[in-house]
Nanobody, 124 residues
Framework: QVQLVESGGGAVQAGGSLRLSCAAS????????MGWFREDAGNEREFVAA????????VYADSLKGRFTITRDKDKNTVYLQMNSLRPEDTAVYYC?????????????????WGQGTQVTVSS
C-alpha cells in the first residue's frame, strides 16, 4: 500500500521559511515522480513543484521559481519542499503526491496517490 505523510507545516511571518517533508511508503512510489500542490479556500488545487523519479529534473510553478526548492532523498523515501521568503498569499494546505506516469508533472490528474496535506499559514 502506498502512503504519503506530509509534515513541517505551521505558522510563520512573511519573509520566513519552512521546510515541508513528505515521507513515502510503498514500492510504487520509489519509481514515481513526486509533486507538491497547494489549495486554499475557494481555489482549485494548484501545482507548486515536482521532481523526477531520479531526482535529476525539477519543475516549478512560474510564480514560485527562486523561492521554493524541491528535493528528494531516495534512501529515505522522502521528498522535501524548502520554502523561503514566504508571503501571505502562500497560505494554503500543501499536498504531496506521486505521479507514476513520470510525465506532465504539472497535471494534477496524473497524480495517483496523495497525502493528507499540511497547513501553511503566513501572516503579514
Amino acid at each position: 500500500q502506498v502512503q504519503l505523510v506530509e509534515s513541517g507545516g505551521g505558522a510563520v511571518q512573511a519573509g520566513g521559511s519552512l521546510r515541508l517533508s513528505c515521507a513515502a511508503s510503498g514500492r510504487a512510489v520509489a519509481s514515481a515522480a513526486m509533486g507538491w500542490f497547494r489549495e486554499d479556500a475557494g481555489n482549485e488545487r494548484e501545482f507548486v513543484a515536482a521532481i523526477s523519479q531520479s531526482g535529476d529534473s525539477t519543475v516549478y510553478a512560474d510564480s514560485l521559481k527562486g523561492r521554493f526548492t524541491i528535493t528528494r532523498d531516495k534512501d529515505k523515501n522522502t521528498v522535501y519542499l524548502q520554502m523561503n521568503s514566504l508571503r501571505p498569499e502562500d497560505t494554503a494546505v500543501y499536498y504531496c503526491a506521486a505521479n507514476r506516469f513520470n510525465s506532465d508533472y504539472t497535471v494534477r490528474t496524473l497524480y495517483e496517490y496523495w497525502g493528507q496535506g499540511t497547513q501553511v499559514t503566513v501572516s503579514s
